[in-house]
């Protein structure tokens, strides 16, 4: 390998909070943390960004409805291309709540999840801290 195909290492560059946003409202799939009696727990779910908070959909009878009634909650996205060791994530830390029905967005603005079965529960994660970092090329 020649000088010239070597990979350096990247660097980090915070993102800010409007950027962290762009990001969040570009996808719709992230990874929602909470704790149990064992310790952390990490869970993939579909959401959706309303007016700068994460909604999740759940069944009212989930471990996720169970923990996250009126708690704290941090939720994150991310993306990664291994081949250029380059990538972003965003980390939403928050406190987290059952939704009253009449406070959902329309049904469009909503998150819809993949995984078949009902789910008529909605979750708010109100950010307290909104943080992204982005990988950089050297």
Known sequence: M????????S?????????????????QVGRVAYCDDLGPVVLPV???????TI?????????LASRLRAAPASFQIDEFDEYTQTGWSVLVRGSAAY??????PADEDRPHT???????LHIRITPHD?????LLPA
């Open 46 to 52: 579909n959401y959706a960004l309303d007016q700068g």
């Open 130 to 134: 909104i943080s992204g970092r982005r």
């Open 11 to 27: 660097h980090l560059k915070e993102l800010g909070e409007a950027e962290c946003l762009e990001l969040l409202g570009e996808h």
């Open 99 to 104: 939704v009253d029905p009449t406070d959902l």
């Open 114 to 120: 993949w995984a078949e079965g009902q789910r008529t």
């Open 2 to 9: 020649t000088s010239d195909e070597r990979w350096f290492p």
């Open 55 to 63: 909604l999740i959909q759940t069944s009212p009878h989930s471990m």
